[in-house]
């Protein structure tokens, strides 16, 4: 393979969402750096930037007032970018971002303007192929609108493409055909292509219930160079981490409550030794902040809000355990993370961190149990330091690193 196109159903943008689809770009990124003799080309209509919904315009407006500035909070007043090559600082030449703005919508209205984002791809497809060859796979993330449009693409230009499916949980309220099937946007995408990826085994399970070909499992990767391990800190402090948007289906309610009762179960003297450190932000955050006032975890929960990807990375290596409690992950990729920065773990059984998370690398609970996850707390505040964290960082390279 000499000319990958690679489509991703969302990207990471400024403002709102500058960590959106991240790890679509660090995977094409680790192939350009591993293949030097390969060429990728990162196909973009401003995805998310010009999405058109209550959750990216919602957050544009609460970035535009809690950070005013003189021409707005960031890229929506910017010139129109159309027609050139995005000069991404990608630390090899031969991986670039093609770009040509489209607007975008929920397909249930006026189709999502789905024609108009076709023939914005088809621009990039045909810059990318003046530039570099004509492309030998076509890779979507997501069947729609990504695997959509690479079908069309594969079809007009005899192009094989390949689906790799993030979406959870499948699908989404929005492409289901009736109770028990898919809509044909989803469907026939996944149908029609060379070979569909699931991130996940129990997403693939999912996908396959639907009457597709069981799914490939190939997990997302993560840069190990970015996450480097080091050991415990020696000080009496405990810190438990978490990362999430603040939503509900995050759980991050339940973990207030695990954690409210967790404190009743210790002596005064470790209570004062534990803190939360919660990152994310996101409309239920005010919601969560109060409850947890409500419960008495005023002292004890830091509430960090959006996280720095830097900022974020030091947070694994200052926490002694990291916990994920989500209702719902297709995959998990903070999981694997902590694991490379060799700390353990404690996650709901949701998805994708049954395929993460295993004997020696921390403890799963079910969705939703707050008695579980509070024993799952007491157990690690206990056995977390006993953790080795070069094994874990072992078990991390072996499964979820660039190379494997």
Known sequence: MRHLFVVPGWYPHEPCFPLEGAFIREQAQAIAELHPERHITLSLWDQGLRELSSRHLGKYMRKLVSRPTPNGPGPLTEPDRSHRFTPYPFPTTNIVEARR???????????????????ANRDNLDRATASAGSPDVIHAHVAYPAGWIAMHLGRERGIPYIVTEHMGP?????????????????????ENARAV???????AGEIEAFGIRRPRFIPNLVDES??????????????????????????????????????????????????????????????????????????????LGLVP?????????????????????????????????????????????ESIVRDGTGILVPVGDVEALTQALQTMLKTARSYDPYRLREEFMSRFSRQA
């Open 197 to 203: 990826i699931a991130v996940s085994p129990v997403l």
């Open 170 to 190: 499948f699908p989404l309220p929005r492409y289901r055909a009736g109770d028990r099937d898919l809509s044909p946007l989803v469907r026939e995408p996944l």
């Open 101 to 119: 703005p489209a607007w975008s919508w929920d397909p249930r209205w006026l189709g999502g303007n789905r024609d108009v984002i076709l023939a």
């Open 226 to 303: 970015q996450y480097p391990v080091t050991p415990f800190r020696t000080d009496p402090r405990f810190t438990f981490y978490t990362l999430g948007a603040m939503l509900v289906n995050k759980g991050i309610s339940d973990l207030i409550h695990a954690a409210a009762k967790l404190m009743t179960r210790l002596d005064p003297r470790d209570r004062e030794r534990v803190r939360f450190r919660i990152g994310g932000d996101g409309r239920d955050e005010n919601r969560f902040r109060a409850e947890a006032s409500r419960l008495g975890l005023g002292d004890t929960v830091e509430w």
């Open 309 to 353: 990807r830097d900022q974020a990375r030091a947070g694994f290596r200052e926490c002694d355990c990291f916990v994920l409690p989500s209702h719902h992950e297709s995959f998990g990729i903070v999981l694997t993370e902590a694991l490379a920065s060799g700390r353990p773990v404690i996650a709901t059984r949701c998805g994708g961190p």
